[in-house]
């Protein structure tokens, strides 16, 4: 018995506004459905973000809809969850993948939270904001009980777990329950294979480079899926890599050689099959800004699909270097560090998702994520409670980590 898992293939994404960038993503995902057709697997998980959005443009819903039946004519089903770009938050919402249901696409959802593959129990839930972590924890341990009742076993989450999320995550390792053979996480583009609970626990990464951040471990781990064989004791997973369609090159220029430069890149691109996307740090810039893009897109311009340059002037320290200094911070710290005094770790959650949603406009989400936390909230306090100062700031009280203890799931419940 194998299985192929595969996340974030944000079908729809118009990069930078380009068409091109749309396609791109498109034939990524049809490499990944030949690819893992060839693979010959016994069925398929899909972990979250399949779209870029909650309402798909045609093309996207077509381009699933092409590779879902190529699946179905091998014999092969899949097994899907939303993630937080997939999903409205809101009473009654459904995400777009419960209109290929007739086609045997198995929705994981709240409302049906697994299913048997065989002898294998494959549970999961679609994404849950922080602010919403107290009802991701108790379905998770309701999951965790009839995991309990079965050989073997699969989590499907699109969640942040702060061993590999960083800052802003919505569960950390100890509250993710230890008792499944295999975790099936989406959410986060890097490759993640880790060792975890009674097997293994992976973030395939996005098919795409959905963020030119995404670089560096493009370059280290590629990007693709993986291929588990669930024979063993142990799940054995397998990395397979999908060649993206068009390179992302990313150079650092000094403004005096700049002639030299242009010509270095010339040369690196001037095989490839499509044009590809350049991001430019032109240093130690004495002269106008403008005359220097003039003459770096007269030259590169017809070479490459998109330039984004960034001008550093004569003793200006770079913008990358002081993103990368110690003890920097960005909005969502930021955010946090301002409400901190008041001693409430969900308001915190909570303006960080309100953060996430109304940068990219989102109002709709932002205004059912404020009602679902206030009727949460507030539908848990006892009107006949006496509160005390002391109580509160007892529970409030942050918890102590250590990146070299794991904390079991058992063991923080208790």
Known sequence: MKFAHLADTHLGYRQFGLIEREKDFYEVFEKVIDK????KVDF???SGD????????????LVFQKGLLKLKGAGIPMYAIA??????IRKESIPPQVIFKKLGLKVISPINTNYMHGDIFIAGLPYFPSSQSK???LKLAELSKKAANHDKSILVLHQGIDKYFGYQYELEIGEVPDNFNYYALGHIHKYVNDSFGNGRLVYPGSGEIWKTSELDDYKKNGKGFVVVDFDGPKPVVKRVKIDIPREFIKRSLDYNNLESGIDGIKETIKDFDKKPILDLV???????TSRVYEMITDELGDLALMIRPKFNMVGEESI???INQDGSVGPK???????????NSDINKLAVDLYDYLSKDKIDESRNLINHFYEEYYSNIDEDVEFKTESVEKDEKPKEKSEDVQLTFKGGLE
């Open 135 to 137: 009802t991701l924890k």
């Open 333 to 343: 710290e930021l955010i946090v560090g301002q409400l901190e005094g008041y001693g």
């Open 282 to 288: 032109i240093n130690n810039v004495e002269s106008d």
């Open 320 to 322: 990358d270097e002081i």
């Open 44 to 46: 398929v998980i899909h």
């Open 50 to 61: 399949l779209f870029e959005t909650a309402r798909p443009s045609p093309n996207a819903l």
């Open 83 to 88: 993630g937080n770009h997939d999903t409205v």
């Open 36 to 39: 893992i057709i060839e693979e």
